[in-house]
């Protein structure tokens, strides 16, 4: 498994939680590292991204509610996710764009999914 994502579960309307992400020793180079949340007969959308230099991106839906972060050299990925709200109910993927050992480009790896329910 290359990705690992961690920490998903079920969590009442304004509450918090924190996703983990670990990517695997075998990526020699890791770019970005990402979250995206996908629900049932709609696309996956971009949650929030941190790039090796730690410039971050976040969807209008979830800035100033959730923070991403990054260990790089565990290379693990950090979703805190505050004041969590029913629509934030998805399936929460892991991302990395980089390179795996004796690859020559970078491409994007997808982690499982991890389940994010809010209830009221």
């Known amino acids: 498994v290359q990705l690992q994502a961690s920490g998903g579960g079920l969590v009442r309307n304004g509450g918090s939680l924190r996703l983990s992400c670990a990517a695997s020793?075998?990526?020699?180079?890791?770019?970005?590292m990402g979250w995206y949340r996908q629900t049932p007969g709609k696309s996956r959308e971009l949650v929030a991204t941190i790039s090796n230099s730690d410039r971050t991106n976040y969807a209008d839906s979830v800035k100033g509610r959730f923070t991403i972060s990054r260990d790089a050299a565990k290379k693990m990925a950090y979703l805190q996710m505050n004041s969590l709200k029913l629509e934030d109910t998805a399936d929460y993927y892991c991302?990395?764009?980089?390179?795996?050992?004796?690859?020559?480009?970078?491409?994007?790896?997808w982690g499982q999914g991890t389940q994010v329910t809010v209830s009221s």
């Open positions: 020793e075998s990526f020699t180079w890791i770019n970005i």
């Open positions: 991302s990395v764009v980089g390179s795996l050992a004796g690859e020559s480009i970078q491409r994007i790896y």
